[in-house]
């Protein structure tokens, strides 16, 4: 065992004196920090099967068989080459989001990041993990970028080698909540590029692309178009959390 576990393991019962855990998504009490609470456990909805053969949207019981393609997919074939999202967007997702993104309890990221790894097929340490950018502006105001921590648990985990500034956010974007497909369009137009100093490192290579969040997809989207302009081979998308409001009721 490492001096830095023994550490912390020594330390934990003052901690615990001191910061009674609690569920980061309800406040309620817990057995240990950075824990949830059954209820909230619960309150977690894991993406099941069958699903899209290309987006591993969930079909729900009955649903079609392996190789299906969704709708969505159907009409618009995506350019990733899939998505891992460790959890469906519910109540409980959202607050640890908040917790985590806004609430500045970075600690959640092991948490989050193994949820996540739940998703992804077989660790590979040949694959490269990028995080979705943050721009400047918003990295100093924030003091942190939270795709990149996920990402950084993810290759603790063994997921692959870890590039944090793969991709660059050339210009601030507005929130794109509330936005039409043409607005996020040219919101993001420009936006996100490839850091021309790692380029070498894209060429060829099978990606994971992090996110905390996967909404519309614009923004994970315009990463990908990047990435695969420089050369990846495959981009997966992978998430903590992904909005899909109409598998909730399948």
Not at 142 to 159: K, S, V
């Amino acid at each position: 065992m490492s001096t830095s576990r023994l550490l912390a393991d020594s330390l934990a019962p003052l901690i615990d004196f001191v910061f009674p855990p609690r569920c980061p998504a309800c406040g309620g009490g817990v057995a240990q920090q950075g824990g949830l609470c059954a209820g909230c456990w619960e309150g977690l909805v894991i993406p099941g099967e069958p699903g899209c053969a290309a987006c591993q949207r969930p079909f729900g019981e009955g649903g079609p068989g392996a190789g299906a393609i969704c709708a969505p997919c159907l009409a618009q074939p995506p350019r990733h080459d899939g998505i891992a999202a460790g959890t469906l967007y519910t109540d409980v997702s959202r607050q640890l989001v908040l917790a985590f993104k806004h609430g500045r309890r970075i600690a959640l990221a092991p948490m989050l990041a193994r949820l996540i790894a739940a998703r992804l097929s077989a660790a590979d340490p040949d694959r490269l993990i990028v995080p979705v950018p943050l721009h400047r502006w918003r990295l100093w105001r924030r003091g942190f970028n939270q795709a990149a921590l996920l990402a950084r648990e993810l290759q603790q985990l063994g997921h692959g080698g870890l590039c944090v500034d793969a991709l660059v956010r050339a210009k601030p974007t507005p929130a794109l909540g509330g936005l039409g497909k043409k607005a996020r369009a040219r919101a993001l137009s420009g936006a996100i590029a490839l850091n021309p100093r790692r380029a070498n490192l894209i060429d060829g290579r099978d990606i994971v692309l992090v996110d905390d969040v996967l909404t519309s997809g614009a923004t994970t989207d315009s990463c990908v178009r990047a990435l695969k302009r420089g050369g990846a081979a495959r981009v997966t998308i992978a998430c903590f959390a992904r909005v899909l409001d109409e598998a909730l009721d399948v």
